[in-house]
């Protein structure tokens, strides 16, 4: 039986847009990403290492030096980076993003007991029938694993403009990326998980951090008796090799989508 290996991470913009998706994950194409991207990018970095030394037994880091991490992930890119995407400077990104490394490292993270920060996960294979296997591969690389009252939750962290609405954490799109992370980290660990979160950093003008309430968001991917999941919808389209194309998703545009130039369905 053939696998495509996908990373859990791409998950969710499989059904944002599958036929750009299909472009990026299956074909190869590679689009630069904007500064606004990139400033998502180092925000992960220095609170991942921040959150690493609050783990039990763990070396501390102090608010500071990562956030000596975020300034040096935003001024030497490991990718590609289009500055023309943005009329964010790269001056006001490191501004805006130190502002948030310190609300997240006073306000959000100590509200937290993490068990793992990105951590790695064990391949899972979803058969997708006619001799199809999709192998999700891959880890954390934006979530925590966090204890609560209520068992094991996955914390995952999302920044961008539009991230935090009336200073709640917009949770609207997120089930299917952090519902694989709760399928996969039950898989790697053998315990359930009660539910995933969204940390939220906001990368506009006005930084602000904020978290949602746990929500779980991997029944969305696997269903109930009267209701398919993602993955059963997700197999078909790996089996029957059709990826539709989705013009009125907020990504579709010639900044976001590296098929954008030989795609028809935008018109």
């Known amino acids: 039986m053939s696998a495509v290996v996908v990373r859990a991470s791409s998950w ?27 400033l ?14 609050r783990l039990p037994g763990g070396a501390p ?8 991490l975020f300034v040096d992930a935003l001024r030497r890119p490991e990718r590609d980076v289009d500055y023309s995407q943005d009329t964010l400077t790269v001056n ?27 951590q790695k996960l064990k391949p899972m294979d ?28 996955i914390p995952d962290l999302k920044s961008g ?15 299917a990326q952090v519902g694989t992370y709760q399928l996969m980290y039950e898989a790697t660990e053998g315990v359930h998980t009660v539910g995933g979160q969204v940390l939220a950093l906001s990368t506009s003008s006005k930084p602000e951090v904020a978290a949602s309430p746990v929500f779980d968001a991997k029944r969305v991917m696997v269903g109930n008796e009267d ?31 590296a098929r954008w130039a030989t795609c028809h369905f935008h018109e």
């Open 126 to 153: 979803i058969d997708c029938g006619g001799g199809q296997i999709v192998r999700l591969t891959g880890s954390m690389d934006r979530a925590r694993v966090a204890e609560s009252d209520g068992g094991i939750v």
């Open 227 to 257: 209701q398919r999941g993602l993955i059963e919808f997700a197999a078909e389209m790996f089996r029957s090799g059709l990826f539709p194309p989705n013009p009125q998703s907020v990504l579709c545009s010639q900044k976001y989508c």
């Open 161 to 175: 403009s539009r991230v935090i609405s009336d200073g709640k954490a917009v949770i609207r799109g997120r089930s």
């Open 12 to 38: 969710g913009k499989l059904f944002d847009c599958a036929h750009s998706w299909e472009g990026t994950h299956l074909m190869g194409l590679v689009k630069p990403s904007g500064l606004r991207a990139q």
């Open 61 to 68: 880091v102090s608010v500071d030096d990562a956030a000596g």
């Open 40 to 53: 998502g990018t180092a925000i992960h970095a220095s609170t991942a290492a921040f959150d690493s030394g």
């Open 92 to 118: 006001d990104a490191e501004k805006i993003g130190l502002k948030l490394h310190t609300l997240y490292c006073f306000d959000l993270s100590p509200k937290f007991t993490f068990k793992s920060v990105e």
